[in-house]
């Protein structure tokens, strides 16, 4: 019985190992939302997927449905995170951070383009702005303000609907976060306390 093959690119947001060689990764994909997919054999010297699938990598990835995760047929690596941010410590720990949030908040699978294209938008911008501490501050305001807001957590306030409403990310927008960042906190605070979990 053959199995239909679908393709998509997403977040490599972590793996676990299984077995002697396999892993079961968390991916935060474009057209399935997040999923659960193992890979046979990934930790083997040999194996084709090994540095396809590394955390913090962007890859396109072929999957197949299993009963209860996928299975990763194939994957080619777009992007490495951490090259991407030409070794910035503090933008890849800002990426970081944002992935963990994902892990801890988005349930089941269900394509969301507007959060996926957040995520991929603003690890395009972090790798070609150049920023202090104070705007990796309000990148980090910004971007979880829209990942709560994709996911149905925080509404658009008169203070804020310019920064939620759009997906672009300039240098600008950022700038204005600036006398709003104690705001963004509390806001942010008070979403996350409400999804409890």
């Given amino acids: 019985m053959s199995h239909h093959t679908y393709h998509t690119e997403g977040f490599v947001l972590n793996g ?30 040999q194996s084709k997927l090994r540095y396809s699938l590394q955390d913090y990598s962007y890859s396109k990835i072929s ?8 299975r990763i047929t194939g994957a080619i690596k777009e992007k490495d995170i951490s090259n991407l941010l030409n070794d910035s410590r ?8 944002t992935f963990s949030l994902l892990l801890r908040l ?28 104070n705007l990796l501050r309000n990148c980090e ?20 609907k310019e920064f939620i409403a759009s997906s672009l990310w300039t240098r600008e ?11 963004a906190a509390c806001q942010i605070n008070k979403a996350l306390k409400e999804t409890q979990l």
Avoid: C
């Fill in 16 to 45: 676990q190992s299984v077995g002697e060689a396999n892993k079961y990764f968390r991916i935060f994909t474009k057209d399935f939302g997040m999923i659960g997919a193992t890979a046979q054999g990934v930790r083997l010297l």
């Fill in 63 to 70: 999957l197949v449905r299993g009963k209860q995760v996928w």
């Fill in 90 to 97: 503090d933008k890849f720990e800002l990426l970081a951070k």
């Fill in 106 to 133: 988005v349930r089941g699978e269900e394509k969301n383009e507007a959060l996926f294209n957040h995520i991929h938008s603003v690890s395009e911008f972090l790798k070609k702005e150049i920023l202090d501490e």
């Fill in 141 to 160: 305001f910004l971007l979880i303000m829209r990942i709560l807001h994709s996911l149905g957590y925080m509404a658009e306030t008169p203070n804020f």
């Fill in 173 to 183: 927008l950022v700038l204005k976060m600036n006398p709003l960042g104690r705001d």
